[in-house]
């Protein structure tokens, strides 16, 4: 059974950046496609965007495109999100899941506020 533990989440300023990181065990992760997701208060959980196994592909949602990346290190066994040009409608938990459009484990979350 995999465990997803995310990190980095924390207060920012508009504008600001942050990394977050999520370090998975239980699996041969270098095998899965990697997804982020976000879940502000009161709105459904969405799509921020994922990643192929050799991290050759991304996809992202318009509303981070060009703002946020997503890389993995596979040695390492952890997945990343940078944030760039944060707003404050990016303020949400966050969560690292396995799979692309099957998705099946889901980190605990790590939490982002933008706000100044």
């Known amino acids: 059974q995999g465990l997803l533990v995310e990190s980095g989440g924390g207060l920012v300023q508009p504008g600001g950046s942050l990394r977050l990181s999520c370090v998975y065990s239980?699996?041969?992760?270098?095998?899965?496609?990697m997804s982020w997701y976000r879940q502000a208060p009161g709105k459904v959980r969405a799509f921020v965007g994922s990643?192929?196994?050799?991290?050759?592909?991304?996809k992202y949602a318009d509303s981070v495109k060009h703002r946020f990346t997503i890389s993995r290190d596979n040695a390492k066994n952890t997945v990343y999100l940078q944030m760039n040009n944060l707003k404050p409608e990016d303020t949400a938990m966050y969560y690292c899941?396995?799979?692309?459009?099957?998705?099946?484990?889901w980190g605990q979350g790590t939490q982002v506020t933008v706000s100044s």
């Open positions: 899941v396995r799979g692309w459009t099957t998705l099946d484990y």
């Open positions: 239980g699996f041969d992760f270098s095998n899965y496609p």
């Open positions: 990643i192929t196994t050799d991290g050759a592909n991304k």
